[in-house]
T-cell receptor, first 112, second 115 residues
Framework: DQQVKQNSPSLSVQEGRISILNCDYT??????FLWYKKYPAEGPTFLIS?????DKNEDGRFTVFLNKSAKHLSLHIVPSQPGDSAVYFC???????????FGTGTSLTVIP | DGGITQSPKYLFRKEGQNVTLSCEQN?????MYWYRQDPGQGLRLIYY???????QKGDIAEGYSVSREKKESFPLTVTSAQKNPTAFYLC??????????????FGPGTRLTVL
């Protein structure tokens, strides 16, 4: 049973435009969320996180939004760059828990 | 500099053989994890360990075994009982943050191919 879902397997965006990656979760007890970026044949690298006490967290070109009532989070990348082309995973965890639940990933292609 | 190392990057084994994947971290993290990634799927948790000499099964532990004799090391053995061992294996460790906000850091992965 997939508790974290990324329903778009792929996304293509023109360079300079905004990329919006979406993630839904089913467990209302999740209260910490992370985004990872992954290149082929490499391990994921941590990008940005948000805890449930916030609805927005920003780090440079990357902003994560959390809508707890909808059990939905999104990652915005502005402006998108070709080097952002990668697979993006969202993940969720319970408060104080060590276990993370990952989505299936969205492959982002930024077209020059 | 600190990080997580996995070796080797590519591993080939014959069907029916056990194989052990190495994972070492020098980040002084207490918790370590093993995930498996298959095409079109997310990361699925195999085993995790929150402390030395202790580990718990994840969602897909059947056919795998682990040990945690040292804080820095968390090797994974893929046994002959694992039905579909060919996959990309990722090791991670986590650092405790404020208010339970652990962040996981991943190694570069090992691609295992069983012939």
């Amino acid at each position: 049973d997939q508790q974290v879902k990324q329903n778009s397997p792929s996304l293509s965006v023109q360079e300079g435009r905004i990329s919006i990656l979406n993630c839904d979760y089913t467990n209302s007890m999740f209260d910490y969320f992370l985004w990872y970026k992954k290149y082929p044949a490499e391990g994921p690298t941590f990008l940005i996180s948000i805890s449930s006490i916030k609805d927005k967290n920003e780090d440079g070109r990357f902003t994560v939004f959390l809508n707890k009532s909808a059990k939905h989070l999104s990652l915005h990348i502005v402006p998108s760059q070709p080097g952002d082309s990668a697979v993006y995973f969202c993940a969720a965890s319970l408060w104080g828990g060590n276990q993370f639940y990952f989505g299936t990933g969205t492959s982002l292609t930024v077209i020059p | 500099d600190g990080g997580i190392t996995q070796s080797p990057k590519y591993l080939f084994r014959k069907e029916g053989q056990n194989v052990t994947l190495s994972c070492e971290q020098n980040l002084n993290h207490d918790a370590m994890y093993w995930y498996r990634q298959d095409p079109g799927q997310g990361l699925r948790l195999i085993y995790y360990s929150q402390i030395v000499n202790d580990f718990q099964k994840g969602d897909i532990a059947e056919g795998y075994s682990v040990s945690r004799e040292k804080k820095e090391s968390f090797p994974l053995t893929v046994t002959s009982a694992q039905k579909n061992p060919t996959a990309f294996y990722l090791c991670a460790s986590s650092s405790p943050g404020a208010r339970g906000t652990d962040t996981q850091y991943f190694g570069p992965g090992t691609r295992l191919t069983v012939l």
